[in-house]
Every structure is written in structure tokens, then in C-alpha cells.
């Protein structure tokens, strides 16, 4: 994860909170929309998270392949983006 670990885990510490936040919401029988936006507001961060650790692993982990000059590596760790981002499109 590189120098980001600890900002990308208090990230998802709080989107945790904010999905417990949503089912507390349910439990008490809350206004559906002021649901369904609380749940926006989670998938929103989620994406964000999402596109740190992306960032995180071009700045890394991409980056070391290419420097290495292996081009099985490389080859590899362009595949592992192309299998990612066939499963968004999906």
C-alpha cells in the first residue's frame, strides 16, 4: 500500500461506520430517501478509496515493474489492471 496505508485505512474505518450508521437507519425505520442518500454517500466513498488504492498501486507497484525492466512483470502487472477494470465495465 505504500506511504497511503494509514490515511486508506482510517478511509474505510469511516465508510465502516457510515454503513453501520445505515443499517441503524433501517432498524429504525427511517425515511427511505434519507437512506437511500446516506447510501450514495457510501458508495461515493468507496469509489474514492477505490481510486486511492488504484493510485497507490500505479505509484508502487506499476512503477517497480516498469523500473525493474521485466517485462514478464510487467506484462503481468498490466494484465492485473486490464482484469480490473473488464470487471467494472461488467
Known amino acids: 500500500m505504500g506511504k497511503h496505508k494509514v490515511d486508506i485505512v482510517n478511509r ?3 465508510i465502516e461506520g457510515q454503513v ?3 443499517a441503524q437507519m433501517v432498524s429504525d425505520d427511517r425515511y427511505c ?3 437511500l ?3 450514495q454517500a457510501v458508495k461515493a466513498a ?3 478509496a477505490e481510486s486511492e488504492i488504484l493510485k497507490d498501486h500505479a ?3 506499476v ?3 516498469i523500473a525493474s525492466g521485466d517485462a514478464t512483470e510487467q ?3 498490466f494484465s492485473e489492471l486490464i482484469d480490473l477494470f473488464e470487471k467494472v465495465r461488467r
Do not use: M, S
Request: aromatic share 0%.
Open 12 to 14: 474505510l474505518k469511516r
Open 20 to 22: 453501520r450508521g445505515v
Open 33 to 35: 430517501i434519507d437512506i
Open 37 to 39: 442518500h446516506q447510501v
Open 46 to 48: 468507496l469509489v474514492k
Open 59 to 61: 505509484a508502487c507497484c
Open 63 to 65: 512503477a517497480e515493474a
Open 75 to 77: 506484462r503481468a502487472k
